[in-house]
Nanobody
Framework: EVQLVESGGGLAQVGGSLRLSCAAS????????IGWFRQAPGKEREGVSC????????YYADSVKGRFTISSDNAKDTVDLQMSSLKPEDTAVYYC????????????????????WGNGTLVTVSS
């Protein structure tokens, strides 16, 4: 059974930091692009960052470049998203997802191309 389990969400102050973690199981981790996506109330789901597990290539949405860092641990089948300099507009439910067959850039632009999804974790940035 494929599982993607997110953790680390919560409340942060503007300018603060949070670290999200995604634990994957049930598929060959190294064959997939793993990504973080978010959905704010009343908005479409959007790509935040992706990483190609096989070689560590990373992709970022323009809105988070320089503030968020994605990393993977192929020994543990986990992907982390370090979020810094948080802004109120970063408030959303953050989802971890996995996809195979396309680049991370493709999945950033087309989240629904991902094959598997976690249930999400809420991040709230308060001033």
């Amino acid at each position: 059974e494929v599982q993607l389990v997110e953790s680390g969400g919560g409340l942060a102050q503007v300018g603060g930091s949070l670290r999200l973690s995604c634990a994957a199981s049930g598929f060959t981790f190294g064959d997939y692009v793993i990504g973080w996506f978010r959905q704010a109330p009343g908005k479409e789901r959007e790509g935040v960052s992706c990483i190609k597990s096989s070689d560590g290539t990373t992709y970022y949405a323009d809105s988070v470049k320089g503030r968020f860092t994605i990393s993977s641990d192929n020994a543990k089948d986990t992907v982390d998203l370090q979020m810094s300099s948080l802004k109120p507009e970063d408030t959303a439910v953050y989802y971890c997802a996995a996809g195979a067959g396309y680049s991370g850039g493709y999945y950033l632009a087309w989240p629904w191309g991902m094959d598997y999804w976690g249930n999400g974790t809420l991040v709230t940035v308060s001033s």
